[in-house]
C-alpha cells in the first residue's frame, strides 16, 4: 500500500509542478525514413534550450526505394544512411511561461549522409562513392501546446536560414582496374556546367586509383516540423 502510495504522490507531483524538460518524437519526416527525437530544457520562464539529434534512411520508407533514384547514366547502389542534429534557442511569447506558446528560435544545425551509386561515363562502368555535408544557421517560428500539463504538441511552422553544403564524390572503375581518371574530369563537369555558380565551386583531384571531385557551396535553408512528447 504504502508503495502504490508513494508512486500516486509522485505522479501527481510529475503533473502539478512547472515542466522544466520535455522529450519529444519528431513526426513530420518518418516517411522519408527520418527519425528524430528531441530535448527542451528550461532555462528561465520564458527561454529555453532544444536539441534535436536524427537518423536518416531514405530507404528505410516505404515510399523510397534505391531504384527510384535509377536513370540512364545512374543506379543508386546502396544508401548507408546519415544523421542530423540542430540546437536552438527558444524566445517564448505571451503570458504564458515556457514551454508553451509561441516562439522565436536562432538556430545552428549540421548533417551528413553517405551513399554508394554506379555512373557510365564515357562507356565505362563507375563506381561513387557520395558523401554530403552540410552546416547551417537560422531563425524558425513555432508554438507549442502542453495537454494536461503532460503532452506536448511542438509545430515548428516556419524557419529559414543559411546552410553551407559539400558534397564529396570518390569515382572508382567498377572492375577496379588501373584506369586514367583525368579522362572524365571535363565529364564531371558537364553535369552542373549549366549553373555557372556550381561549375565555378567544382574541384577535381586525379590519383592512380580513383577521382575525387569536391563541390562546397551555400543555399537558402528552410526548417518545418512537428514532434510529440512528454513534459516532466
Known sequence: MKRILTFAFLLVAVTCFSQENVLKLGFSNLFYGDYSLGYERMISDNNSLNLNIGYIQPTS???????????????????????HSSLE?????GKSSAPRGFYVAPYVRYGQIKGVYSDSVRETLFDV???????????????????????SIDFSFFGAGVERYCAKLKYKTADHSSYDYSKITADVVDYIDDVDYLSKRLTNKVSTSNLTSKLPFLFPGFRFSVSVGIAF
Not at 534557442?89 to 511569447?93: H, K, S
Not at 552540410?134 to 500539463?149: C, E, H, N, R
Open 129 to 151: 562513392n557520395a558523401t554530403g555535408n552540410m552546416f547551417g544557421a537560422g531563425v524558425q517560428l513555432g508554438a507549442q501546446w502542453l495537454i494536461k500539463d503532460l503532452v
Open 89 to 93: 534557442y527558444r524566445f517564448y511569447l
Open 61 to 83: 520508407s516505404f515510399l523510397i526505394a534505391p531504384g527510384d533514384f535509377k536513370t540512364k547514366e545512374f543506379t543508386v547502389k546502396s544508401v548507408d544512411g546519415g544523421f
